[in-house]
């Protein structure tokens, strides 16, 4: 490299990194070096010429939508229960409607977000003026287009931002005054714009679009040669020109076209599919999608995507796109919006749960789990999914499994747990009917009928080792029932008659060393193996009740079902038979 040409690169790179905005020139050497001007396909791209490029509106749409649809709330911590992150919605506080509902008088929330989030992904960065009241207290937050802002230094070092009014002259903003998003940067003022780092890969996929266009335009018929075994007359040869291009071209391309005097008609220019015009748009598709980080399959690419895989694509969307931009969208506003006394009293955040739920059954699943194990209350269930409160609280009761009562309290709640004795007027199936909530377990140690001691560490010793056994199976079951259902529903059919014959023996054989316990605790006679037996036929049958018939959309039905399998059928049978333990245990020790 000569030293003119470095000079010169020099000079273009100092000039990009101080301004952000395009510089619109015809110059080709200077456009070249400020980073604008034709591609190496020949595409002249800009932030705005690079919109007419599908895949790349369709990633900016995308990832804006999403990020401007989340519910962004102000929020200030409670401190409840000692939890120094536990936290409630502000929204008494004025900055709690302008996030929520309305930057300012003239743009939503969704809008505003939105419009600044498509700026920060073309221009590289996303500029916003905070109008605050004569206390200072923000009152809107007014956007500004990337192309009039510029970050620059005062005199004294400060960071000021210079805004280009209609009539030429600048406005200077304080940095306090100004909300800015930016992307990867160099400096960590200004961002870097993507669109000039994705230049060549936007141009390519320009031209790509411009070339089909035109090969369409023409009827999809490729460039030909006519030739003549001798030489036509200036006159003979424009008039077979016109004859062939109004005949092969526009509404007449696929008219009859009459050759004299021997002409003869070749095609000139290779096929579309040998010049991999289809491979070519699509792997273009995926650039683009690399570029922004983006799922294939948000951009309508579905060769990698499954039923089996789609939500867990969802939720790297959510992890691996939008969560940093979300984080940089809360801590700046957060910086510029909060009073710096308020900052450990008050936050922003965004609302992710509705991009986290996933289909209907699903959902049921993680709701009935979470309220098993005491981390949600009915009404919050209810508020996830747009119900209002049971009356009279009813709904904010927290429920716990009554087998996980800590073993030194157990002996609090004996008395009010003891089952009465059975009488004429009172059946023992009043009592203890089949399907009553196991009880809490109490501290029992009065001996078995077969001298053994029953304790809760006992019970929840032989509860964990049947969980254990039990998940095993299960885990074995759902596993090869996925595999089964991508064969189809024949196929499907076919695999649960031979595989439920044989995990019938596998259950008994598995169970049989839990059973033994199990029945020395409740103090049974039954031969074990008839015990086993009994329960593996019981087991399969509820299995095979349950799995699908139906052929639509088999593989996604299935692997629903072995989620739900393998993340509570192990504890409910297990717990199925310590409710037995527990009453059996409870009649001893009285």
């Not at 230094?153 to 209609?166: D, K």
Request: hydrophobic share 40%; net charge negative; glycine share 6%.
């Amino acid at each position: 490299m000569n030293p003119l040409t470095r000079a010169l690169e020099s000079v273009g790179d100092t000039i990009r990194s101080f301004w952000n905005p395009p510089i619109w020139t015809r110059d080709p050497a200077l456009t070249r070096y400020l980073g604008y001007g034709p591609t190496q396909s020949g595409a002249n791209v800009t932030e705005y010429t690079a919109l007419n490029y599908s895949a790349w509106w369709a990633a900016l749409q995308i990832i804006s939508n999403a990020i401007a649809a989340l519910p962004l709330f102000l929020y200030r911590r409670t401190n409840a229960g000692g939890d120094p992150d536990a936290k409630e919605k502000f929204t008494s506080h004025p900055l709690y409607a302008i996030l929520h509902d309305a930057f300012n008088r003239e743009q939503t929330s969704i809008v505003a977000r939105r419009t600044m989030q498509a700026h920060v992904l073309g221009w590289g960065n996303a500029y916003a003026e905070i109008e605050r009241n004569g206390s200072g207290t923000p009152v809107a937050i007014w956007p500004l287009t990337p192309d009039r802002v510029r970050p620059d230094r005062n005199g004294n070092g400060t960071l000021i931002y210079r805004v280009r009014e209609e009539d030429g002259t600048d406005v200077i903003l304080s940095a306090e005054d100004v909300v800015h998003i930016k992307g990867q940067s160099f400096d960590g003022i200004t961002g870097y714009s993507v669109v000039r780092m994705a230049r060549e890969a936007i141009g390519l996929g320009l031209t790509t679009e411009a070339f089909g266009a035109e090969f369409f335009a023409n009827g999809a018929a490729s460039s030909m040669v006519a030739s003549h075994p001798g030489v036509l007359s200036e006159q003979a040869h424009a008039r077979l020109k016109a004859e062939i291009v109004a005949n092969t071209t526009g509404g007449k391309r696929h008219s009859v076209l009459l050759l004299e005097e021997g002409i003869k008609v070749d095609k000139l220019t290779i096929p579309p599919e040998d010049a991999q015009f289809l491979a070519t748009r699509q792997f273009q598709t995926l650039e683009i999608a690399r570029w922004f980080n983006l799922p294939p399959h948000k951009l309508g690419d579905l060769q990698r995507a499954t039923f089996s895989n789609i939500e867990q694509m969802a939720t790297e969307f959510l992890q691996d796109t939008l969560r940093p931009w979300l984080v940089v969208w809360e801590q700046e506003l957060a910086r510029k919006l909060i009073r710096p006394l308020e900052m450990k009293q008050q936050l922003i955040r965004h609302n992710v749960d509705g991009m986290l739920r996933g289909d209907y059954v699903t959902r049921m699943q993680g709701y009935a789990i979470a309220r098993q194990w005491g981390l949600m209350s009915a009404d919050e269930v209810r508020a996830l999914e747009e119900m209002n409160p049971l009356p009279q609280d009813q709904g904010t009761i927290y429920l716990t499994p009554a087998n996980m009562v800590p073993a030194d309290r157990i002996h609090e709640i004996v008395d009010s747990q003891v089952a009465p004795e059975p009488t004429a007027a009172t059946p023992a199936a009043a009592i203890n009917p089949p399907n009553a909530p196991i009880p809490a377990a109490p501290a029992i140690t009065a001996p078995t009928s077969f001298g053994r001691t029953v304790t809760p560490e006992l019970i929840a010793a032989h509860r964990a080792v049947l969980v254990e056994a039990l998940q095993r199976l299960v885990r074995k079951e759902a596993q090869a029932a996925r595999r089964a259902s991508k064969r189809g529903l024949a196929k499907f059919a076919e695999w649960a008659e031979a595989f439920y014959a044989k995990h019938e023996g596998d259950i008994a054989s598995v169970m049989r060393a839990g059973l033994q316990a199990h029945l020395s605790q409740i103090g049974s006679t039954k031969p074990v193996d008839a015990a086993a037996a009994e329960l593996a036929r019981s087991y399969v049958a509820g299995s095979r009740a349950e799995l699908p018939t139906e052929p639509n959309e088999l593989e996604n039905a299935v692997d629903l079902l072995a989620r739900r399998w393998e993340s509570t059928r192990a504890a409910q049978l297990a717990d199925g038979l310590m409710t037995e333990e527990v009453r059996h245990a409870l009649a001893d020790a009285h």
